[in-house]
């Protein structure tokens, strides 16, 4: 059983281009959240997702951000028109329900530096 | 104050030493993670406990989710144990996403 999956793993994009970060659950598992670490800084939430649902977004910041989790495929997050500011490192987890009593896997994370 | 606070922020042990990492926050419910984070890797989850001790090789996490206290101990340290460690409740309406504490860097020397 594969773990979370996440692609790609270093991503380098110039100032206004768009990032787009993937993240594969485990098998089985249909919650997904990302979570944000800033360079020399602790990690903070972005988004939790259920399958075609956005559940709770109060993490994202309210420009230029957006995820989704289609029926089909994995995950994606979308940065649209980057900043030096976004430079940091992506995370993903998933659970294979909702709820304080299950755990979250966590992926290897992507990367991002903005050049 | 951080919601999520945890001690020491840095530890430096000798290996074979004992370790403890304590960890309070005043947010959350039920159920709380520890994790492990290499230098520039990625994030392995130890342990997510809700109550009472969880043992795993020469790891060990207690909490007390009354006191919102939660520890984790490290026996016969490795050098291989240096890493980041970061206390993570469950919050949200429903626990379903986590906040995260500072971490306590962990350097173990042979």
């Known amino acids: 059983n594969a773990g979370v999956m996440q692609n790609p793993r270093h991503l380098v994009r110039r100032r206004g281009q768009e990032a787009r970060l993937r993240c594969s659950p485990m098998k089985g598992h249909s919650h997904v959240y990302w979570y944000r670490q800033l360079p020399e800084e602790g990690l903070k939430f972005m988004v939790y997702?259920?399958?075609?649902?956005?559940?709770?977004e109060s993490g994202m910041p309210k420009e230029r951000f957006s995820a989704e989790f289609p029926k089909e495929g994995p995950s994606i997050l979308r940065i649209q028109q980057v900043v030096r500011g976004d430079s940091a490192a992506y995370f993903c987890?998933?659970?294979?329900?909702?709820?304080?009593?299950?755990?979250?896997?966590f992926g290897p994370g992507t990367r991002l530096t903005v050049l | 104050k951080n919601e999520v606070e945890q001690s020491p922020q840095n530890l430096t042990a000798q290996e074979g030493e004992f370790i403890t990492i304590n960890c309070s926050y005043s947010?959350?419910?039920?159920?709380l993670h520890w994790l492990q984070q290499h230098p520039g890797g990625g994030i392995v989850s130890l342990f997510m406990?809700?109550?009472g001790k969880k043992k795993h090789g020469r790891l060990i996490a207690t909490i007390n989710i009354q006191e919102k206290h939660s520890s984790l101990h490290i026996t016969a340290s490795h050098p291989r144990d240096s890493a980041v460690y970061i206390c993570a409740p469950r919050t949200g309406a429903a626990g379903n996403k986590l906040t995260f504490g500072g971490g306590t860097r962990v350097l173990v020397k042979p």
């Open positions: 997702l259920q399958k075609e649902n956005i559940i709770d």
């Open positions: 947010v959350g419910i039920s159920a």
């Open positions: 987890a998933s659970s294979p329900l909702q709820g304080p009593s299950n755990e979250q896997f």
């Open positions: 406990l809700s109550s």
